[in-house]
């Protein structure tokens, strides 16, 4: 079996995920920041040092300022509907998830204005355009950090300068580059960054994230739900504190001593050595696709400008019948359609059909590329 | 008042004063916690004993003469705490 479903979740796990959930499961499995005992308070150390991790990993020095939450999903629509308000302008690329898109057009039936920046056919945005779409009113720019359809890499360090130049905060989502693409909180004038567990972070599902800059007055953004912290028993008021403000009810503890295993794993490997791995993995498969007479490959040219995710389409097939064949025929798993994301493929011509689409992670081979190429190449050749 | 008896090298025994900080959250206990072992500092984290505090949470133990570099540590990292007390 070759798995090419990484940018919908990771598969497989680094085996030390597996052992961290077995051993809390089995010799931790307190509630963490709810007791006293020891074993309360081992589960509550768990929490700190995955977020210890995820500081080191994303170069913020304020552990607490980073949430856990169920997925890059939550943390995107906390911030969008904690900060935005009716009369409020928003800013967003033409290549957004609808993890964005939808939280965005559920505001604005309430009176955010929505201003979606039209990115090239290759899924690429000019800064630029960006800067120019900057109203007196704009309260918030969100991005992709990369596109979940083309791989393709936005220039967030520049739009985050000028954000940062025109004193507006600045949400990124790294769905798909947290852990195979380095990112830096300050370098990349990042203020908000919302991140998923299972995918290159390898830990479970239902894990994921949020990382709050020390610019961000979390004052500005109300918490989606509130409810019992472990904190200020004695009052009936929700905190106002980090990370208390942002995680009622109790954590999914299980899936973040998997997480932290995981953001070990990648911290002990060098997220350096992941990405040239995986970019050599992606220039492989490229070349090997563009060899095919048939085949239409998307996104920008190369792998300087892209994560490990390629799409594609061929002359003679739908992409449904692809992935079916692929399936069924060859044991390859992968995704076909629109991926969540009816606005990128609109953008690069491929909306409704969609596209193939082959997401790598590190644990894929150079013979698992080869054998891909070869589906590919005997499938569009049937006809 | 909880007197810990601390024996040392020459025989002598002295006793070795605790306090503990109080946190408004888990969180901020953990943090300290961590902090102060990488200044190897020693400490121990417990519940909050009853006549300090009514929360249910756990605060941080460590030995009274450490007061000024424990303080030290949770201004210099911004961790808020409610209090410090001797036990």
Do not use: W
């Not at chain 1, 920041?33 to 991790?53: D, K, P, T």
């Not at chain 1, 239409?296 to 995710?309: H, M, P, Q, S």
Request: neutral net charge; charged residues 20%; contains cysteine.
């Amino acid at each position: 079996m070759i798995y090419f479903d990484n940018a919908a979740t990771s598969y497989p796990k680094p085996k030390e995920v597996l052992e961290a959930i077995i051993d809390f499961t089995n010799n931790i499995g307190g509630s963490p920041g709810r007791s006293g005992h020891r074993l309360s308070i081992e589960a509550a150390r768990i929490l700190y040092q995955c977020r210890e991790n995820l500081a080191e990993l994303f170069n913020t020095s304020d552990p607490l300022r980073i949430i856990f939450t169920l997925n890059a999903t939550e943390s995107i629509n906390l911030v969008l509907k904690g900060l935005l308000h009716a009369g409020n302008h928003v800013i967003t690329s033409s290549m957004e998830h609808n993890a964005v898109m939808r939280p965005l057009r559920e505001l604005e039936k309430c009176g955010v204005q929505v201003q979606i920046v039209p990115c090239s056919c290759d899924g690429y945005l000019d800064p630029l355009d960006i800067e120019k779409a900057i109203k007196k009113n704009t309260a918030l720019i969100i991005l992709n950090h990369a596109s979940n359809v083309t791989g393709t890499l936005l220039p967030i360090r520049s739009v985050g300068a000028i954000a940062r130049k025109r004193n507006i905060l600045f949400l990124v989502d790294g769905a798909q580059t947290a852990g195979t693409y380095p990112i830096d909180i300050e370098k990349d004038n990042i203020d908000l960054l919302a991140f998923t567990g299972h995918k290159s972070l390898f830990g479970p599902t239902g894990t994921g994230g949020l990382v709050i800059g020390e610019k961000v007055d979390i004052n500005k953004i109300a918490p989606l739900k509130t409810g019992g912290t472990g904190s200020r028993s004695e009052s009936e008021n929700h905190p106002d504190f980090l990370p208390d403000l942002y995680e009622s009810g109790t954590s999914n503890i299980v899936g973040i001593a998997g997480l932290k295993a995981g953001i070990r794993y990648i911290l002990k490997r060098g997220i350096t050595e992941i990405r040239q791995q995986e970019r050599a993995l992606t220039d492989k498969l490229i070349s090997g696709l563009k060899e095919i007479p048939e085949v239409i490959l998307y996104g920008k040219e190369g792998t300087g400008n892209r994560v490990a995710v390629v799409s594609f389409n061929t002359r003679n097939q739908s992409p449904s019948d692809i992935g079916l064949k692929l399936d069924e025929e060859y044991d390859i798993m992968c995704r076909v359609g629109l991926h969540c994301s009816p606005a990128s493929h609109r953008t690069i011509g491929t909306f409704p059909a969609g596209t193939v689409r082959f997401s790598l992670s590190v644990f894929n081979t150079e013979q698992e590329i080869e054998k891909a190429v070869m589906a590919v190449k005997n499938i569009t050749k049937i006809l | 008042m909880i007197i810990i008896m601390n024996r040392k090298v020459d025989g002598m025994t002295e006793p070795l004063q605790k306090s503990v900080v109080i946190f408004y959250s888990t969180s901020a206990a953990i943090k300290a916690e961590s902090l102060a072992k990488k200044q190897s500092l020693t400490v121990k984290l417990i519940p909050v004993p009853r006549h300090l505090s009514s929360d249910c949470g756990i605060c941080l133990s460590f030995n009274s003469n450490d007061i000024q570099r424990m303080e030290g540590i949770l201004n210099y990292n911004k961790i808020e705490y409610d209090s410090t007390y001797n036990l």
